[in-house]
């Protein structure tokens, strides 16, 4: 079975522009998380999705946005990018109740420049 | 508020050497605890994880780990560290709806 997947694997935006990250979840899983992760620091989470509905939301500027659709997958948009917006950023899908661990994918690493 | 502390940011040790790294977590509630693994420029590998039962949990890799709720602690442990373990290694907590990580343990292995 394929593990989570991201696209793109690398990007580089100019300040003030806008991104769009891509997710596809494990088959069957239904939840999907996003985390951002600079360099040096632990993952930080951004937004969490299940069924379409935004579950959970970090302490993160509205410029972050996301969405689920109806096959699970997950986009994550940043609008207005700033230099510190630099970071990997890792997708996790996992069963949304229980005794279940999120798995995560490779991630994308986003260049502000 | 919950929060979890890995208070090594760097570690190094020769092959063949034993490893603990430390995670010390604050949470109200039984936690849900995991290690997870980063190689550069990669996501995240699963180590293991602790739900309850049995406070020593065994991973992936020849790693185990010791849930200790007396002291809030999770450290993973590797009897016989080998070269292709250097890596960066993060303990998690479970909270609403989402993982809290530590900042990370960059773990560097000497021949």
């Known amino acids: 079975d394929a593990g989570v997947t991201q696209s793109p694997t690398h990007l580089i935006k100019t300040r003030g522009q806008h991104v769009t990250l891509r997710c596809s979840p494990i088959?069957?899983?239904?939840?999907v998380s996003w985390y951002q992760q600079v360099l040096g620091q632990g993952p930080q989470f951004i937004f969490q999705y299940y069924e379409k509905e935004e579950r959970g939301r970090g302490n993160f500027p509205d410029r972050f946005s996301a969405r689920q659709f109806p096959n699970y997958s997950s986009e994550l948009n940043v609008n207005a990018l700033l230099l510190g917006d630099s970071a990997l950023y890792l997708c996790?899908?996992?069963?949304?109740?229980?005794?279940?661990?999120?798995?995560f994918g490779q991630g994308t690493r986003l260049t502000v420049v | 508020a919950q929060s979890v502390t890995q208070p090594d940011i760097h570690i190094t040790v020769s092959e063949g050497a034993s490893l603990e790294l430390r995670c010390n977590y604050s949470?109200?509630?039984?936690?849900?605890l995991f290690w997870y693994v980063q190689s550069p420029g990669q996501g995240l590998q699963l180590l293991l994880k602790?739900?309850?039962?049995?406070?020593l949990v065994q991973g992936i890799k020849g790693f185990e780990a010791e849930f200790k709720r007396s002291q809030s602690s999770f450290n993973l442990r590797k009897p016989s560290v080998h070269w292709s373990d250097a890596a960066e290694y993060f303990c998690a907590v479970r909270g609403y709806n989402k993982l809290i990580f530590g900042a990370g343990t960059r773990l560097a292995v000497h021949p």
């Open positions: 996790a899908s996992s069963s949304p109740t229980g005794r279940t661990e999120a798995f």
């Open positions: 949470y109200g509630a039984t936690p849900y």
């Open positions: 088959s069957g899983h239904k939840s």
């Open positions: 602790y739900f309850s039962g049995d406070t």
